[in-house]
């Protein structure tokens, strides 16, 4: 099945909780690939989201989130603070009644999660982690193929996430949930769990920035018939590709795997062949998908459930809690 054409989704009408870099990039995804609008943004510094607002030709710029949440022209709220705050932001917007589309990772912790998507489940709102990659149109080529027995049976995940941003000061303060794992690992962490699911042993090892926040970290994730190797790290820029073994061939994807990208299939009857998944954005297949489904009136999306978001801030949870990292508000 190939991933859905972003402009067939019907539209809905967006508000953006936080104006930093990555809302702008799902800004000019809804505004440019879909048949959506972005209607307003919010921060809490009025003139930031002003700035936002002429920049990216959106109607609305609000001072406060709550003003944002109260919009009753606003449909779906895409939340885009940091990590140590997407629990009280979705409950905020959950509470007001509308559907949420978070960035991840989608909270600091598994408890965290849990207690979020319990009152979305009450709300009856729609609610998904902004995983992306998940959405995108080589993963559902991918998918398809693992599906369908190209290369046999997986036995093997690698991927990592490497970049150099180290030097931002968000990355390394612990009471915005700092550190590489959270931003950075998330990615080969969530790839593996849409490849093999929830691992049955987790061994994870790191290194620790002195402000107590993870540099970076290795993890072998073990599972009845496979491994998942994964490293990511914020010291420096990595080749950032994922590599699926089988035992009868393997998928190669290319650098930034979790863009949208190509990747080659080599099966061990001697055949090979590229497939190009190339587009330009790409958040905009996360936010058809968000469409697609408050439209029909589903509150979660098969492609990553609410349940799985849980699995995975469970997996770094364990990984966290291995490599001796804590947030300050977690006791």
């Not at 790290?233 to 190669?252: L, Q, V, Y």
Request: with cysteine.
């Amino acid at each position: 099945m190939s991933a859905p054409l972003p402009m067939s989704a019907p539209a809905v009408r967006w508000g953006i909780l936080g104006a930093g870099g990555i809302a702008h990039k799902l800004a000019d995804a809804v505004n440019s690939y879909t048949q959506s609008q972005v209607l307003a943004v919010a921060s809490r510094d009025q003139a930031k989201a002003q700035a936002f607002a002429d920049q990216m030709g959106v109607p609305t710029a609000y001072g406060s989130y709550e003003q944002l949440v109260a919009d009753p022209d606003i449909d779906v709220v895409y939340v885009a603070t940091p990590h140590s705050h997407h629990h009280e932001h979705m409950l905020l917007a959950i509470e007001a009644g509308k559907h949420v589309l978070c960035e991840k990772a989608f909270t600091q912790n598994a408890a965290q999660a849990r207690e979020v998507v319990a009152a979305a489940r009450a709300k009856g709102v729609f609610v998904m982690e902004a995983m992306w990659t998940r959405h995108l149109p080589h993963v559902y080529a991918i998918r398809e193929l693992i599906e369908r027995g190209e290369i046999g049976d997986v036995v093997s995940v690698q991927a990592d996430h490497g970049q150099p941003i180290a030097h931002i000061p968000r990355m390394w303060n612990p009471e915005l949930a700092g550190g590489a794992l959270l931003d950075l690992g998330v990615y080969p962490i969530a790839f593996a769990h849409d490849i093999l699911g929830v691992p049955d042993r987790i061994t994870a090892t790191g290194r620790i920035r002195d402000t107590g926040v993870d540099n970076q970290s290795s993890m072998v994730f073990d599972y009845p018939t496979a491994q998942a190797i994964l490293t990511t790290t914020m010291e420096a820029r990595t080749p950032c590709t994922a590599h699926i073994a089988g035992t009868e061939g393997w998928i190669e994807i290319d650098r930034m795997f979790y863009n949208p990208v190509a990747f080659t299939v080599t099966r061990h009857d001697g055949t090979s062949w590229r497939w190009d998944g190339t587009v330009p954005n790409g958040f905009q297949f996360e936010a058809a998908e968000v469409a697609r489904r408050i439209t029909a009136g589903e509150t979660e999306s098969p492609y990553l459930t609410l349940d799985q978001s849980v699995e995975i801030m469970e997996i770094m949870d364990t990984v966290r809690e291995q490599i001796g990292v804590s947030f300050p508000n977690e006791g």
